[in-house]
């Protein structure tokens, strides 16, 4: 009979345990002018404010305001957020979407890589690097399905999944794993690679812009002299408040998107804790303020950590930041298609400062920003042999200032003024967005 009564009261208390712990998320659309105000309540744990940051992320949403407030056993974080047109959310299915993604962060931190093989890359950069790469993978049979690439301070990290072009699935033949790994470390190595290239296959599942900032932090790019002088004003301090025991980061730089993610990414990875935050943006720029700990409850204890966590910030910041023109492929997918590219681009002596490699319903989506071999614009005659031979309707440009400084003479520019305004690969992927079939179209 004891039993009998035991269970539902257990029952009810495992009910409690879950209520607690699961985020309680309010959306208001009528308290803010110009932006959807979202507000997270939820007890205290370990990565709460990066998970909720990376929902937001994820689902294109730009975070113009925001507050942080973590002492205690709760948490408090408010967002003020726009679509990337600068609007308020309306549709009542982003909405939902929001909803259900931030009340169950605690369950989906990572994304599934079931039926792929992921492949991890870093190395020293340099131009026709990623047409090598491809180029193997392809010549193995290979099928690259995703990929993300960034490079900084003349690193590059990279993020591949794969399937067997064979059998469709994931490869799981190891003596092919080992000579894959082999043959990119020997082309990521190269004549004069100062440092050791690392191939590995990942088992662990991690959000993949995360992962990158894991590899490129790992391979230490923060610790480099930079190639070239960022264009934009980028300033990161860190103080300690004696009084309450805090260690204050301050950044001041250009807004993007994505930027709070890297930030508080990096703080997480490097074991700090954020109690308190404050995010604003103007057209002028961005201003972030953090209160952070270690994980052990204490401050930064001296300079060198302090520097440290400066240098870490600013790689952090700098490694999306992409000045080059940004090209769409959108094109039907075959065997070999993306190896073909990156071939042509290297042929043109055309360097690939970040890529996103998709492909969805049979179709390859892929992003690219590029420079010359110098880090400069590409001229605009350059592009258009690219486009001729890749075709002009797939390969567009997206970048129309970053094009036009590249273009010698107005003829030049007005030749794509077509390409440059309309950008069909965008297009589709918001229908895609919109249906569900992809998580991202910017």
Same mark, same amino acid.
């Given at each position: 009979?004891?039993?009998?009564?035991?269970?539902?009261?257990?029952?009810e208390y495992e009910k409690l345990v879950v209520r607690m712990n699961t985020p309680r998320v309010m959306i208001d659309n009528a308290g803010c002018v110009n932006a959807t105000r979202i507000m997270i309540?939820?007890?205290?744990?370990?990565?709460? %404010?990066?998970?909720?940051?990376?929902?937001?992320?994820?689902?294109?949403?730009?975070?113009?305001?925001?507050?942080?407030?973590?002492?205690?056993?709760?948490?408090?974080?408010?967002?003020?957020?726009?679509?990337?047109?600068?609007?308020?959310?309306?549709?009542?299915?982003?909405?939902?979407?929001?909803?259900?993604?931030?009340?169950?962060?605690?369950?989906?931190?990572?994304?599934?890589?079931?039926?792929? *093989?992921?492949?991890? &890359? *870093?190395?020293?950069?340099?131009?026709?690097?990623?047409?090598?790469?491809?180029? !193997?993978?392809?010549?193995?049979?290979?099928?690259?399905?995703?990929?993300? !690439?960034?490079?900084?301070?003349?690193?590059?990290?990279?993020?591949?999944?794969?399937?067997?072009?064979?059998?469709?699935?994931?490869?799981?033949?190891?003596?092919?794993?080992?000579?894959?790994?082999?043959?990119?470390?020997?082309?990521?190595?190269?004549?004069?690679?100062?440092?050791?290239?690392? *191939?590995?296959?990942?088992?662990?599942?991690?959000?993949?812009?995360?992962?990158?900032?894991?590899?490129?932090? #790992?391979?230490?790019?923060?610790?480099? *002299?930079?190639?070239?002088?960022?264009?934009?004003?980028?300033?990161?301090?860190?103080?300690?408040?004696?009084?309450?025991?805090?260690?204050?980061?301050?950044?001041?730089?250009?807004?993007?998107?994505? &930027?709070?993610?890297?930030?508080?990414?990096?703080?997480?990875?490097?074991?700090? !804790?954020?109690?308190?935050?404050?995010?604003?943006?103007?057209?002028?720029?961005?201003? %972030?303020? $953090? $209160?952070?700990?270690?994980?052990?409850?204490?401050?930064?204890?001296?300079? #060198?950590?302090?520097?440290?966590?400066?240098?870490?910030?600013?790689?952090?910041?700098?490694?999306?930041?992409?000045?080059?023109?940004?090209?769409?492929?959108?094109?039907?997918?075959?065997?070999?298609?993306?190896?073909? !590219?990156?071939?042509?681009?290297?042929?043109?002596?055309?360097?690939?400062?970040?890529?996103?490699?998709?492909?969805?319903?049979?179709?390859?989506?892929?992003?690219?920003?590029?420079?010359?071999?110098?880090?400069?614009?590409?001229?605009?005659?350059?592009?258009?042999?690219?486009?001729?031979?890749?075709?002009?309707?797939?390969?567009?440009?997206?970048?129309?200032?970053?094009?036009?400084?590249?273009?010698?003479?107005?003829?030049?520019?007005?030749?794509?003024?077509? #390409?440059?305004?309309?950008?069909?690969?965008?297009? %589709?992927?918001?229908?895609?967005?919109?249906?569900? &079939?992809?998580?991202?179209?910017?």
């Amino acid at each position: 009979m004891m039993q009998m009564y035991r269970r539902p009261f257990l029952e009810e208390y495992e009910k409690l345990v879950v209520r607690m712990n699961t985020p309680r998320v309010m959306i208001d659309n009528a308290g803010c002018v110009n932006a959807t105000r979202i507000m997270i309540d939820s007890a205290k744990k370990d990565g709460i %404010l990066l998970d909720a940051v990376q929902v937001l992320t994820d689902l294109n949403l730009s975070i113009k305001k925001g507050y942080v407030s973590s002492d205690g056993r709760w948490n408090m974080d408010v967002f003020h957020v726009t679509n990337l047109d600068g609007s308020k959310l309306t549709d009542d299915s982003i909405i939902n979407c929001i909803e259900q993604s931030l009340g169950t962060i605690h369950r989906t931190r990572s994304k599934s890589i079931d039926g792929m *093989t992921a492949l991890e &890359l *870093t190395g020293t950069d340099r131009v026709g690097l990623l047409s090598e790469v491809f180029a !193997v993978l392809s010549d193995l049979s290979c099928d690259v399905v995703e990929s993300k !690439v960034w490079t900084h301070n003349g690193r590059i990290a990279a993020l591949i999944y794969l399937k067997d072009c064979d059998s469709g699935f994931s490869i799981e033949d190891s003596q092919k794993i080992y000579r894959i790994e082999a043959r990119l470390r020997n082309v990521l190595k190269g004549d004069n690679d100062i440092r050791s290239a690392k *191939t590995s296959v990942s088992v662990a599942v991690t959000h993949t812009e995360r992962r990158l900032h894991q590899m490129m932090f #790992a391979d230490r790019d923060y610790d480099r *002299t930079p190639i070239a002088k960022t264009q934009h004003s980028l300033l990161v301090s860190v103080q300690n408040c004696v009084e309450k025991e805090y260690s204050v980061v301050n950044i001041q730089c250009k807004d993007r998107p994505k &930027l709070l993610f890297d930030v508080v990414c990096t703080l997480t990875d490097m074991q700090y !804790v954020v109690f308190h935050a404050t995010i604003n943006t103007t057209e002028d720029g961005a201003y %972030l303020e $953090f $209160f952070i700990r270690h994980i052990d409850g204490t401050p930064i204890s001296s300079e #060198a950590e302090k520097q440290r966590v400066i240098l870490c910030l600013r790689g952090a910041i700098e490694r999306r930041a992409s000045d080059g023109v940004r090209l769409e492929l959108l094109k039907p997918d075959k065997p070999g298609l993306l190896a073909e !590219v990156m071939r042509t681009f290297r042929e043109n002596a055309i360097n690939v400062t970040q890529a996103e490699i998709s492909t969805t319903m049979g179709m390859a989506l892929n992003i690219f920003y590029i420079t010359d071999a110098v880090g400069l614009p590409v001229d605009s005659k350059v592009i258009d042999s690219v486009r001729e031979r890749i075709g002009s309707g797939y390969l567009r440009v997206k970048e129309v200032a970053a094009y036009e400084k590249a273009g010698s003479d107005e003829e030049n520019r007005g030749s794509l003024g077509s #390409a440059v305004l309309v950008s069909l690969g965008n297009i %589709l992927r918001r229908n895609l967005y919109n249906l569900g &079939l992809i998580k991202s179209y910017s």
